[in-house]
């Protein structure tokens, strides 16, 4: 088991910022990758972005590049997804993944954390 916490979501008007953390927890070593992903209601979840523990290298969806960062504090095994210019569309539960094999596949979710935006 890989546990995996999100915290950071909230209420925030449009324009703001969030800070998004996603701690894991037991064989935390094994972790090659995590992600964020976003599930808005009544749509499919969606990609937001993603780290490698290797060199650190970052991808982004193109509807939150220039937006949002994501980085990785090794030391505290804690994934930050930074998030500003937000907009209405950016309303939905945010889910932190890990990967413990490859880039695009990913083995553990945390429980998701709602970030809301009002217009």
């Known amino acids: 088991q890989l546990p995996l916490v999100e915290s950071g979501g909230g209420s925030v008007q449009a324009g703001g910022s969030l800070r998004l953390s996603c701690t894991a927890s037991g064989r935390t070593l094994r972790i090659f990758v995590m992600g964020w992903f976003r599930q808005a209601p009544g749509k499919v979840r969606e990609f937001v972005a993603r780290?490698?523990?290797?060199?650190?290298?970052?991808y982004y969806a193109d509807f939150v590049k220039g937006r949002f960062s994501i980085s990785w504090d090794n030391a505290k095994d804690t994934v930050y997804l930074q998030m500003n210019r937000l907009d209405s569309e950016d309303t939905a539960v945010y889910y932190c993944a890990a990967g413990i094999l490859y880039v695009s596949e990913y083995n553990y979710w945390g429980q998701g954390t709602q970030v809301t935006v009002s217009s």
């Open positions: 780290i490698s523990r290797s060199g650190g290298s970052t």
